[in-house]
């Protein structure tokens, strides 16, 4: 397996046990339709979260690991959850987040949840 995929499976992993502690059931993981994907579908307060998850190591020259969502990335994002809502009614509120992870050398990562995005 490619490093980058390694990273980024380990920061879903850090993800899903980040959004378990804060109340989320985690309903799916790594959910795909066609070249879609969605990293976590998971419930909360009768929403049902669609989150993508970035992680990055920390870098004192910039950039966060949310600034790499774009409007395509998202695009495709709401492409899997409308297939996602098609096969699975019932659900009548929806929202999209952003869970972006900063890995750091010498302390905890840090979580940014940006809730109820729209691009």
Do not use: C
């Not at 409007?71 to 999209?96: M, S, T, V």
């Amino acid at each position: 397996m490619a490093e980058h995929n390694k990273f980024g499976m380990e920061g879903e992993d850090m993800a899903a046990r980040w959004l378990k502690e804060k109340g989320y059931e985690i309903l799916h993981r790594n959910w795909r339709h066609k070249q879609y994907e969605i990293d976590i579908i998971a419930l909360k307060n009768n929403f049902l979260h669609i989150v993508e998850v970035k992680s990055r190591h920390h870098s004192p020259f910039g950039g966060h690991p949310e600034d790499s969502v774009g409007k395509k990335k998202f695009k495709n994002l709401q492409r899997a959850a409308d297939e996602f809502l098609f096969l699975n009614p019932g659900y009548k509120w929806i929202q999209y987040n952003i869970l972006a992870i900063t890995l750091f050398r010498d302390k905890e990562p840090e979580f940014f949840l940006i809730e109820d995005v729209f691009l």
